[in-house]
């Protein structure tokens, strides 16, 4: 691909999203899914994945979740951006995570794409997680408490 007359010759991170899905019950559960392939090949993790150069982070968003999961959802909410430099094993990444709540009977996942599996967990103790994803759900769960106090 040509570079455009603004591109520099220096290092640049990728970029992905994460969705938190979290349903509107006493006992909150979160929406994961299990990695098919590496790195954390089996372990579980929020659905997500690496934007396109051509789409917006919001589109990328719903994209991901739709290909891992088969959710359609309208309503996302930009929660927190992740950028520990050691996040991710295969380089340089930048994470935007997103948070969306939903009924709990209103899904029916399904695994996709580079997902083996998916599942409900709690969000309260969700099982061993790859990557940063313990993090989001921390950032989520402090999103979701800060907000029930307000209302």
């Known amino acids: 691909m040509p570079r455009g007359k603004y591109v520099y010759e220096y290092p640049r991170p990728a970029v992905t999203v994460d969705i938190v899905i979290v349903t509107r019950e006493k006992k909150p559960r979160v929406l994961l899914v299990r990695r ?7 372990l579980w993790a929020t659905p997500g994945g690496f934007i396109e150069m051509d789409e917006s982070l919001d589109d990328a968003a719903r994209r991901e979740l739709f290909e891992e999961t088969g959710v359609r959802l309208k309503k996302l909410v930009q929660l927190h951006t992740f950028g520990d430099p050691k996040r991710d094993p295969r380089g340089r990444n930048i994470a935007v995570a997103y948070l969306a709540l939903v009924e709990p ?20 103790r969700p099982p061993k997680l790859a990557f940063d994803h313990k993090d989001i759900l921390a950032a989520a769960r402090k999103y979701l408490n800060s907000h029930e106090a307000q209302g």
């Open 36 to 42: 098919k392939h590496e790195p954390y090949q089996g």
């Open 105 to 124: 009977d209103d899904l029916d996942p399904c695994a996709g794409d580079d997902a083996a599996e998916v599942g409900w967990f709690s969000l309260a």
